[in-house]
């Protein structure tokens, strides 16, 4: 037997050694070309061959003893390949990249425990077909499951190594959860297998030997939980756990609630999640010594079978909620357990002083955790783009670390008449840069305000909200009285708007609050920026918050007052308002 | 601590309701004990009379004694209200109803034994309806009930499987014509025609019976409101049953010969079961579900029945029993009486542990959402929304809405359509097998059957694939369709690796097989594998060849585009227009973006192409071993067929796991490098990052970008431009993010931390580098 560990090890890591260091023969020729369409040609060249070094690999292995092992080598080769052809395309550095990964210490440990995992698996198929019990073969099924763990694990260091690529954008993380949603799906699809023999058996029940039925239990819980309890497995650990609980869980979580009612002391021990995989590992041990007893009592093989029927519906239970898991993060949705938090920041975005709505928001996990989204955010028309991108991404960016915003405006080319004509006249004025721009600003936020104001008669434009509740604040304006500023683009005119009497008394106090804290405020702005563009902002901005806020008010009607910039960021609002100091 | 964990280890904790304390309830609980031990006695002891009286005659007796009593002490016409003939009515079906499910009962009896009559049939309703609940419903109450259930169906399947009646063998040998009337022969031979051993048969009475019974007491419970109480109904029902009865025992006694001896002697034991099942039970169940509530009634109950029937099962024929039975008939003739076995006993252990969890209150507070805590710091709850959130799709309707939308789409009709046909071959299969009693066409049957599970998969993928976007699927259910493409390429994989593995141990060993059976079979496989390969080759060749006509025509297209969006139009329609133009009328029905790939379609494809090679290989090695003998032939048309089947799926799951992991779609690289390039020549860009750009689903391609531009140009103006460029390479789902320079230094304002500064500071510093330069210019 101690040979034949030997040879299974060493045929386990040749396997390892074959797949990765077999292309490198092409290797060199594609780790020049980077691009992605000259290396794909390669691929088509190297599948076949890769394929027929499978079938020499086991059509060589005559030796009936190590046939079973081998068998389970390209079981497992056929397996990785899912895995390993994502990144077949380079393929040619697939030899380097098993060197990066076995430069860490940790994949030793995980190489061993493999090899070790191959050896008891083949003993295992090998006593399944001796014994001839199907219960014994769903389990050696756990077994490969646990090798499949492994993989995963080595797939999680290669992972953590890697880049990002140019076709590859989002980087390999998702590499990750494929492995697990594939290693879940196949063990499931095993017991599927399963199933579908228990059925036919349960017709002509075949005798069941116990020789070693005993003896491959108790080696298989003893190698899985020796796997599961020495390789820290990080995708699996954290799919157990963000994972909704499965029925066995559920099961032994409610039975030893029970337990602990009785004898209390245990309740460290049994109330906490147990980890799935354990669990199915001692179940299935326990319904494999339950079977042991009554198939050498009674001679009932039918229990065989039976239990097969059980471990493979406890194999579904405990890996159909990580493959929904994992599937659903390959489905590009949003967690649901983020999406309490997620509503509350796009709430918040939704109060920024201009935002009209957001809208096709997707927010979807790139990898376990990392989240990625976008969102197309309306403004209105007056607001100032760069602004409420640089707001709304202040917020949103905590927790979607790759985020893109697209500020999108209503009729943005009709306004853009009065635009260009202040803006080519900021061009050719004398002045500097800084009374440009706030003239542009002012402009531009003016005149699509009154726009806007005069659209509660005109359907076409602005805002769905606006038409369905008027804000009282324009009830008294007629349009024409609006009209008429627009031919006067002073910077500071907007402030004595006729119309803004509500609005104003309610803007202005906390308006001045923060003028007296930006003109308190030491320093000058952290040294970055122009002030001359800061100055423009500063004033479109303020100007166009007393407006934005009444319109805001009106069209939620809440009694909530609108969120200002940065309210809870001092700072904030200071950068915003610190303009006014000259 | 006994308080924070409830003390029943099989039911779990309960929350909420408060029970009384069982010491004040003593008087009841022995009262009941009492009751269910006789009632057992009573059963034991009817099981003998059945075994000389007809049913029916005992039924009719049984019925007028109690009717008799109960008149007695009901005195039903004397008090309450004068029943109506619209009531009258009502009673008689009700007794009609209540003669059936006794007679069901009973005969069970006849045909199972008292003990096994006694674990089915007497369960309380509460048990019974907790059940159903659990197995019909999603609400079922939290873990402990599913666990009741399954030990109730494990105990059941262990009666029926591992309960070895010596009975079961002589009753089987049963010659037809030895029933008394024409009821008893009919349910015989209704038994016999589900073949079905006797005693299973009557397993499979009670557990129907059972549940009729349970129906037939919900649905009494208003007529007893209407005629004025359980107890006068019951009064009432026994004797309007005895009449309906009436005819039927005459006719009966008329044409059959009665074997009983004396009348006389059987007086005693007919009071006895009168007295015991059909008065006292009710008499005590009543009292006791009005002192105690219902679901410790139903326990104890239980508890004390089927623990006094396995000892009276065990004691009744012992000889001891035998000389204390004074009334006793001459000896037994022969001790093939219904005894006590290891699959009973096991059994009874299940029922009684299932009776007690599924009777004990279920625990509503598993759904009651946490709403604060009170001030002594206990957790409360809300219940509220268990009832509120309770909406099912009735059954039918659910079905035809959904064979509606399968049928309203071309992939799922043709998904579907094959389906049927698969499983209307299957189950032709199954039952030729079970008729002739075939073991290889079962198994052949069941094996399609697996198959065609992969077929249920892509149905349901092509039917998910249309549903609405919701929050959490935002981009809308397309990327299904991918998701079990893969699914079916490992499913596919896996038979490969079984079938290689079956057929290296068959070429170490050649089996003989009997090849008479297999050709008709295979040959109607593989007939069935032609149709679904000529219904789905049409749409695989359709995705796959437009897939490819397409790749061309896109590219010279995109060309043209590039010269025509030069000038800044908004092609938002060039995508669609450029597409019909490169298919040229073919396929007009799917989009530009859809020639793309069906990952699913693909899957189903490649699934009943490996059952077609299955079936090929089957019959030519058959030919093979016919003609030359060679055995071989078979494993290793198997191990070729594996292999084929492993390489045709590697180009399905490549591709979808490149789609998984969010690659840039390979057929529109080239586009999308030569589009960001114009990108970056489009008046006023800086820089681009950021680019992410990925196929979400057969027709979405999303990405998002994020731009640099100079501060002087209309952001929408640059986004117009970029998602016109971008749409006719075929991006159709796009974010871009435009940035100035003023974004930088509001972020900069904004962000607090060192690092965000710096790392802000150095793009900007890099983008008035840029800035400078092209104002120098």
Redesign the interface.
Known sequence: MAMDGMMSTSSGLSYHNVGDFYPRKFGSKPDVVPS??TE?KVCPLD??DM?SVD?IN?NDADV?LH?KKH?HD??VL??I??FR??H?SIFGKLSQEFRLVTSDRRSWRILLFGALNLLCTGCLLMWC?STNSMALTAYTYLTIFDLFGLITCLVSYWVTMKKAS?????G?E??EV?AVF?ST??VQ??A??IL?ES??RF??QPEVHTGRLLVGTFVALFFNLLTLLSVRNKPFAYVSEAASSS?LQ??V???S??????I?GLSSVLLPRMNPFVLINMAGALSLCITYMLIEI?N?N?VDTASAVAIALMTFGTMYPMSVYS??V?????P?HI?GQLDKLLREVSTLDGVLEVR?????T?GFGSLAG???VRIRRDA????V???V??RLLPLVS?L??????DD??RP?LTGALS?SSAAASPLGPAEGYAALSSSSSLAPLLLASGGELDPLTSTPSKPTSPPPEFSFDTPGRNVQPVVLPAPGHHVHRPYGGLGLSYGAAPYRGMLSQGLARPGG??G??LQG??AG?GLGVGGSGVPSSQSYRTAFGGPAAPLRF?SS?P??SQ??YRQYRP | MEEKYSSNVLSGGKLGMVEVPDSRLTRYIVLLVVSKVLKALGIFESYDILKVVHVVQFIFILKLGSAVILLFFQKPFSSGKVISRRQWIKLLKHAVLSCIISLLGFFGLTLCGPLRTLLLFEHSDVVVIALLGVLFTNSGGGPSKTRGAAFFIIAVICLLLFDNDDLMAKMAEHPEGHHDSALTHFLYTAISFLGVADHKGGVVLLVVSLCLKVAFHTASRKLSVEIGGAKRLYALDNLVSAMVLLPWVIVLSATTESKVDSWSSLILPFGMIIFSVMILEFYVEAICSAKMEMPRCARYGAIALFLSSLLLANFWTHPLTDQLRSMSKPPQQDSTEHVLSGGVLVSAIFFIMSSSILSSPSKKGQKGTLVGYSPEGTPLYNFMGDALQHTSQSLPRFIKDSLKQILEEYDSRQIFYFLCLNLAFTFVELFYGVWTNSLGLISDGFHMLFDCSALVLGLFAALMTRWKATRIFSYGYGRVEILSGFINGLFLMVIAFFVFMESITRVLDPPNINTDMLTPVSVGGLLVNLVGICAFSHAHSHGSKSCSSHEHSHSHHGHSHSEHSHGGHGHSHGGHGHGGHGHGGHGHSHGSGSGGMNANMRGVFLHVLADTLGSVGVIISTILIRQFGWLIADPICSLFIAVLIFLSVIPLLKDACEVLLLRTPPEHEKDLNSALEKIEKIEGVLSYRDSHFWRHSANMIAGTIHLQVMSDVVEQRIIQQVTAILKDVGVNNLSVQVEKEAYFQHMSGLSTGFQEVLAMTQQMESMKYLNDGTCIM
């Not at chain 1, 609630?257 to 009785?262: N, V």
């Not at chain 1, 893109?404 to 405006?409: G, H, L, R, V």
């Open positions: 992605g369409v794909r599948k076949p394929v079938v086991v009936p046939r068998e390209t079981y056929g397996t390949h899912p052809k994502t077949r077909s140019q076709v590859y954008s989002f390999f998702r590499l494929l594939a799906v196949l699809l095993g599927l297998f579908k059925v036919e017709m002509e029925w559920e099961h979580a409610d039975l609630r029970s337990l602990c009612g009785i209390p009674n009932y039918a599937g659903k390959l489905l590009q949705t949003t649901s999406i096709n928001e997707h927010f979807w790139v976008s969102a197309h100032n783009e760069q602004l991108l640089a707001h991404t202040n790759t893109t915003i697209q500020i999108f405006k943005w080319a853009l803006s702005g952290l970055l920026g563009v800061g902002f940065g960021n700072l904030a950068a915003q």
